[in-house]
């Protein structure tokens, strides 16, 4: 099968991170289309251009904790999913070979093994696994998993969408695993755990739908916002 995307590897994460600040990276397509709680259109426009940097979140205890979590959370999934086999490329850039300005990092690279495997892929069959690790406080934050049955935050989903249009692949499978540090006197000094896998099927019209959205609203950006060296507008909350 001839893969819709380069594969650009790096040894060092400061070439890394060069190479793909050069794309629209599957983190970036909240903010293109609006959904991002976290960054607009505008902070992106300045992060591409070059005019301010992005915040480094690294320090922050619920990041530190789901950086070195990762491959834990990973190896996880493979035990409580035992369907594929998964491939980590930490300082590969995938960049769509259709739209070059679209790229992916990956968290982990699937593939089918199970011919028995719940959703009727065939055995060899490609996609995506996203992890998704850190805390919440709230029960009205874990809402964004926990709402309803299947249910993939907006941010996150169009994300899953991006890794679709840059790899061609046939479903990205989201791996969730939030934590609660304990604060109240039944939690007897231990953390809550939370964890939650969401699949997106590419094979799904409305997904397809949703890819070809997504793609038109990204090359709208690249063309009228960072080719044209034009910020977006800032929206305002009224």
Same mark, same amino acid.
């Given at each position: ?7 650009? $590897? ?20 909240? $903010?293109?289309d609006?959904?991002? !709680? ?19 979140? $690294?320090?922050?205890? /619920? =990041?530190? /904790? ?5 491959? =834990?959370?990973r190896?996880?999934?493979? @035990?409580?999913?035992? /369907? ?15 739209? $070059?300005?679209?790229?992916? #990092? @990956? ?14 892929? !065939? =055995?060899?069959?490609? *996609? =995506?696994?996203?992890?998704? #690790? *850190? ?11 926990? *709402? ?19 790899? *061609? ?21 231990? !953390? ?6 969401r ?13 070809? @959205? ?17 910020? !977006?507008?800032r929206?305002?909350?009224?």
């Amino acid at each position: 099968m001839v893969e819709a995307f380069y594969r650009k $590897s790096f040894l060092k994460r400061e070439d890394w991170l060069a190479e793909r600040n050069r794309h629209l990276q599957a983190s970036d397509a909240a $903010s293109i289309d609006g959904s991002s !709680p976290w960054k607009s259109a505008a902070e992106l426009y300045d992060e591409k251009m070059g005019i301010f940097p992005s915040e480094d979140i $690294s320090g922050k205890p /619920y =990041v530190k /904790y789901g950086i070195k979590m990762e491959p =834990v959370a990973r190896e996880a999934f493979m @035990l409580d999913v035992p /369907y594929f086999s998964l491939e980590y490329n930490q300082y590969d850039i995938l960049e769509s070979k259709k739209r $070059s300005y679209m790229g992916a #990092t @990956l968290d982990g690279e699937l593939t089918v093994t199970s011919p028995m495997n719940p959703w009727g892929f !065939p =055995v060899g069959t490609k *996609g =995506v696994y996203e992890g998704k #690790t *850190g805390g919440w406080t709230k029960q009205s934050h874990l809402y964004s998993w926990d *709402g309803t049955e299947n249910y993939i935050p907006p941010y996150y989903y169009v994300q899953g969408l991006h890794q679709l249009s840059v790899t *061609g692949w046939d479903f990205v499978i989201f791996g969730a695993r939030l934590k609660r540090d304990p604060f109240r006197d039944e939690d007897q000094g231990f !953390p809550e755990i939370r964890t939650f896998y969401r699949i997106i099927d590419r094979r799904s019209r409305a997904v397809q739908e949703d890819i070809r @959205l997504l793609e038109d609203e990204e090359e709208a950006f690249w063309e009228k916002h960072i080719l044209a060296h034009r910020r !977006p507008a800032r929206r305002i909350a009224i």
